[in-house]
């Protein structure tokens, strides 16, 4: 039976590097999968970015306003019509019919609460496994709205870590405008849209709390 699976952590925690391997394995098997990513990450456009420098262009993006479920059953039917296309008729009696066995979602922290919901249908309706990949929390503390919606909807949590300056693991992603960590501004800050340059670093509790001084947003 198909499930939903929600695959977090903090910033750097290897999760499009993990996404990519997923999709890999699943290729390698010789089965077809979608990716797709949410637009407001203006980082990467449409490429899912490794840190290992493994990149790759998604099968699509998914704008806030999209009606998820239905976007992803045309993908997922030019997918099955292009794999049948492919195959000679000899082989298409034969085998079952070719179609999408997994569908891939990197920066899953920005969508929708109603593109969340989508994607139990996808899962429970349709019959195809998604992988939804991303962060827990903002610099704040406050969990993204997907992120929020998927820990509630998830058939299954699975934490990818990431090690915090001090040796524990990271629980939190702190915001740093040209060097100096703060602690009050949008939920969403991008490089290339602000001035000053905006880094991130993924953080224990205990430091955390330690540069906020006892802030949690
Ligand atoms: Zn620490």
Redesign the pocket.
């Given at each position: 039976m198909a499930k939903l699976y929600f695959r977090y952590g903090a910033m750097n925690s290897g999760k499009s590097t993990a996404l990519l391997q997923a999709a890999y394995n699943y290729e390698e098997r010789g089965q077809h999968v979608l990716l797709a990513k949410p637009v407001i990450d203006t980082k990467g456009a449409d490429q899912i970015d490794s840190r290992l420098g493994v990149k790759r262009t998604v099968d699509f993006l998914i704008e806030p306003g999209d009606d998820l479920r239905a976007l992803f059953a045309g993908h997922r039917a030019r997918v099955r019509d292009r794999a049948e296309a492919a195959l000679i008729p000899e082989s298409a009696a034969t085998g079952a019919a070719p179609d999408v066995a997994c569908f891939l979602i990197d920066e899953a922290q920005f969508l929708t609460r109603d593109q969340v919901d989508d994607l139990l249908r996808i899962v429970v309706l349709d019959g195809i496994p998604v992988l939804a990949y991303g962060i827990r929390t903002d610099f704040q503390t406050q969990a993204f709205p997907g992120s929020r919606r998927l820990m509630e909807l998830a058939h299954s949590l699975e934490e990818l870590k990431t090690i915090?300056?001090?040796?524990?693991k990271?629980l939190f992603n702190a915001r740093l405008v040209g060097g100096r960590f703060v602690f009050e501004g949008d939920q969403v800050a991008i490089d290339e849209l602000t001035a000053d340059r905006v880094t991130y670093e993924s953080?224990?509790?205990?430091?955390?709390l330690r540069e906020s001084g006892g802030r949690l947003g």
């Open positions: 915090c300056r001090c040796g524990r990271a953080m224990c509790a205990e430091c955390y």
